[in-house]
């Protein structure tokens, strides 16, 4: 801290100066300080412009001991940072001019001990993977002059390969909360220079240190996935360099299946625990293949019991969540398969019916499925007739049950996870279709049954089911005109949609 203060005079609120410039000014792109051009790794009347951070490391095996004597033994002046979350067992051996910082706050330290950004007093800061070597300086000075040249653009990054078995790829990744996903698909490679917004593979990234600091978790783990999910969010880009390359004589990183099996398992923890700490609940890899960190069969749902028809997702801006949605799709095809095959007649209801008319499934920020069923029909299905009271979990896990809320059923995914179908029992009437028990929906109203006389195939949640044969019509009488055009949350009261945004 008190070199902080006689070097930088204390941080800006906003964004971080380059520390170790003191009443100079900041540094940016070479240009001038103090009426001086400053280049290279150190300019006159200052220290070095880069520190070597090592983030990514497992401490029952490791190389960041070589790795500080590789980049030591090229670039003795250059600060060197082993960085873990909580002090690595057994401890690392770091040779002279290297330190280890530990994030976790101790209650005996003042907090700046282990932030990182009170740590870093340079221009720029080298993430730098575990075992890899520093062949000659000049690697980084080519580093910065590329980052140098992108001035303020979008390429906010820069990154060299490391030489190993599987070369690094680029890939595009966009990132959107509002639907909890991030998705990468490939980017052009092969070429000096490509520009994409994530990379995958082993590779040496240089950052600005302010812009580093200014992500809101500058150094979680995995590394790459999560400096990459902050900067696309920014709409930053990184420029993967053809050369210099990287050598690293530790590939295989781990010598046994035992330590690899280890390593393994803590990145599946590790991008668990990231990923939900981002909202992230769907990972579309760039072969096509999801990874989940939702809710599942086995869990809870993702949000709690909705009240005022608000679920709670609709205050942080984000509609129903992926899985949720997976869930709902696979109960809806489950129940519309069991009341086809027992003649159950049923249709598309409510907000489901307006979901298969606008989107052909379910409204992205739905969290229910409601299905119509002829009252009369109900003694066909088995695992219908007999629910006057408790439930029924079927053999594939289903809870089938009679609604507490209402006349009503419910079918959900499963004991743990009660995303569910809901089944609204109709009988007619002198040509309408009504019900002894009504609830406070505005579109649980009685209709005249020529909409059902025929039922019409509609794609919905991808499948094909029945609904209304005058769907729009129907719709208008239960929600009023133009409900298909005019997307709106349940209850506007509460929150409403903002239909300036993509739907």
Request: charged fraction near 25%; proline fraction near 7%; charge should be neutral.
């Amino acid at each position: 801290m008190e070199k902080r203060r006689e070097q930088g005079k204390g941080l800006k609120k906003a964004s971080l100066p380059v520390p170790g410039l003191g009443a100079m000014g900041n540094l940016v792109g070479g240009s001038m300080v103090g009426g001086a051009k400053m280049g290279g790794l150190e300019g006159n009347m200052r220290g070095p412009r880069v520190t070597i951070l090592v983030r990514e490391f497992e401490d029952f095996e490791n190389y960041v001991g070589d790795v500080a004597r590789s980049f030591l033994r090229q670039r003795p002046e250059l600060p060197f940072l082993a960085v873990a979350e909580s002090p690595p067992y057994p401890p690392l051996v770091l040779p002279e001019g290297a330190r280890l910082l530990v994030l976790t706050p101790s209650p005996d330290q003042p907090p700046q001990t282990h932030r990182p950004e009170f740590n870093v007093q340079t221009e720029f800061a080298l993430l730098v993977p575990d075992g890899v070597e520093l062949d000659h300086g000049r690697q980084i000075e080519r580093l910065i002059r590329e980052l140098e040249g992108e001035g303020g653009g979008p390429v906010r990054l820069v990154a060299a390969p490391v030489l190993t078995r599987s070369a690094v790829q680029c890939l595009h990744l966009r990132v959107n909360l509002r639907e909890w996903t991030a998705t990468y698909t490939p980017a052009a490679s092969g070429s000096s220079g490509s520009v994409c917004t994530a990379l995958q593979g082993d590779a040496v990234v240089l950052i600005r240190t302010e812009d580093l600091f200014n992500l809101s978790v500058p150094l979680g783990r995995p590394l790459m996935s999560s400096l990459f999910v902050q900067t696309s969010l920014r709409s930053w880009k990184v420029k993967l360099l053809e050369g210099p390359s990287f050598s690293t004589s530790h590939r295989p990183l781990f010598s046994s299946a035992h330590n690899q099996w280890k390593a393994d398992s803590r990145l599946k923890d590790a991008t668990n625990h990231l990923m939900r700490s981002f909202g992230l609940k769907r990972v579309v890899l760039s072969d096509g293949r999801d990874q989940w960190f939702g809710c599942s069969k086995e869990t809870a749902r993702c949000f709690g019991t909705v009240r005022d028809d608000t679920p709670e997702y609709l205050y942080i801006e984000r509609w129903t969540p992926p899985c949720c949605l997976r869930a709902l799709r696979e109960t809806t095809k489950y129940v519309i398969n069991i009341l086809e095959s027992s003649g159950v007649r049923y249709w598309l209801e409510g907000g489901s019916l307006l979901g298969a008319a606008r989107h052909q499934d379910i409204i992205p920020w739905d969290y229910d499925v409601d299905l119509g069923i002829y009252l009369e029909d109900i003694p066909n299905c088995d695992y219908l007739k007999n629910l006057d009271s408790g439930s029924l979990v079927d053999a594939n896990g289903y809870v089938w049950e009679r609604a507490v809320e209402g006349d009503f059923y419910r079918v959900q995914y499963s004991e743990a996870n009660h995303l569910h179908v809901d089944l609204w029992p109709f009988y007619p009437r002198n040509g309408v279709m009504t019900r002894d028990t009504w609830t406070e929906h505005k579109q649980d109203v009685e209709f005249p049954e020529h909409f059902l006389q025929p039922l019409v195939p509609m794609q919905f949640a991808g499948i094909t089911a029945y609904g209304p044969n005058n769907h729009r019509a129907f719709l208008e009488l239960k929600f009023g005109e133009g409900v298909i055009e005019n997307p709106q949350y349940p209850n506007p009261a509460k929150k409403r949609l903002d239909r300036s945004r993509t739907l």
